[in-house]
């Protein structure tokens, strides 16, 4: 079975359109001769929030099986992680970290990314007040055990200048992390993470020189290869990608080459062309960690919490293995919380006739921070 998460563009930011929701889509492999088929779709995650546009991130948990989605709130410190395992798509946790971008006044551009070991998350927030654009880059360590993030960091980019003449629209990690890849549409710059100021020591290493293949060739997005190189699209249709050769070599030694890669093949009158567009593809390489059985913020084993019935009619009874302080929280199919509370003991019985007939999911967090989940339906 493979997962395919996308977000929709609902919302509307001065006239530019934003995602609210997460879904996903099931699709089974073995099915219509091993092309796969779609078996379940528009799944939602959750909703609704103002999300980072074309910032789903994903990597691989430290047991090796399981993976996360990470999702960025835009306006404010907060990260949506969800956690996917052999039982399904459990709901999702919130972590509180960093600094919102309040002044945020048309929309923010799709750049995050996360290191090839899993390690490292990086990403833009900005305002786009072309008078005053400004762009602050936020790093952040990510433990691939217990899903938490920490280690909060930033740098600004400075206002808008005759040298810098654009915001940041993308970003890339270099595999071994230490270089980071920043393009302000007209430059690709390369910004040293070892150096204490990575803007001020920065080195420009392409510029947009006003090619049109067919149309302006400005830097875009930018992902890692599976071969190690980085590749650049365009922010307008072009015929080529951008390719940073030796992404973890420092200055013009990481040997940069405009249009690089010529796409597809030529067709009736066109070759096929790139719209700025790149595929959003996990680490499938990454492998498993000595984690503990249990850390901070992780959704533990289903042993750690139970419920009867299931399916629910009238109520439903959780049950702790351990008596102790509880917060609980129970959202629906849409991400959207339907009941809240805290209780003392191991055993809470809720009333659940006033909930509609659907799936629901159940976060039990417990005094030291551990995080429980574990889904029911309502069938009455």
């Keep these: 079975m493979v997962y395919l998460f996308y977000s929709d563009l609902t919302f509307s930011i001065n006239g530019h359109l934003m995602p609210e929701k997460v879904r996903y889509l099931l699709i089974d492999k073995r099915l219509n001769n091993n092309k796969g088929n779609v078996v379940t779709q528009d799944q939602y995650v959750f909703c609704c929030d103002t999300l980072r546009d074309g910032s789903l991130l994903t990597v691989k948990h430290g047991d090796g099986k399981s993976w996360r989605l990470i999702i960025k709130s835009i306006y404010s410190d ?183 890669v010529r796409l597809g093949s030529y067709s009736g009158n066109l070759y096929q062309q790139n719209a700025g567009a790149l595929p959003n593809t996990p680490n499938f390489r990454l492998g498993k960690l000595n984690c503990p059985p249990i850390g901070l913020n992780t959704i533990t084993k289903e042993d750690a919490i139970s419920l009867s019935p299931n399916p629910a009619i009238a109520s439903i009874t959780i049950k702790a293995a351990d008596a102790g302080t509880y917060q609980l929280t129970i959202f629906n199919s849409l991400g959207c919380v339907v009941y809240k509370g805290a209780f003392s003991g191991n055993e809470l019985e809720i009333p659940t006739t006033k909930f509609a007939n659907g799936l629901y999911h159940i976060q039990l967090q417990h005094k030291n921070n551990q995080t429980s989940s574990l889904s029911f339906i309502v069938q009455k």
Excluded at 115 to 135: C, F, M, P, Q, R
Excluded at 204 to 233: A, C, H
């Design 78 to 260: 907060k990260f949506y992680k969800v956690l996917i395992d052999s039982s399904g798509v459990h709901s999702a946790i919130i972590q509180h970290i960093g600094k919102p971008y309040a002044d945020l006044q048309q929309f923010a551009h799709p750049a995050g990314d996360i290191s090839e070991d899993g390690e490292l998350l990086v990403y833009i927030n900005e305002t786009a007040n072309w008078d005053t654009a400004k762009a602050m880059i936020c790093l952040y360590n990510f433990n691939r055990c217990t899903g938490e993030l920490y280690n909060f960091r930033s740098f600004t980019f400075p206002q808008k200048s005759a040298v810098d003449t654009m915001v940041a629209m993308s970003l890339c990690l270099s595999p071994s992390k230490r270089f980071l890849y920043v393009d302000d549409l007209i430059s690709l710059w390369q910004l040293d993470l070892n150096q204490s100021d990575p803007w001020a020591n920065r080195i420009r290493i392409g510029k947009y020189r006003g090619e049109q293949l067919p149309y302006s060739t400005y830097f875009y997005q930018s992902k890692r290869g599976r071969d190690g190189k980085i590749y650049v699209t365009s922010y307008g249709t072009s015929f080529y990608l951008d390719v940073i050769n030796n992404p973890d070599s420092l200055g013009f030694s990481c040997h940069f080459v405009r249009n690089q």
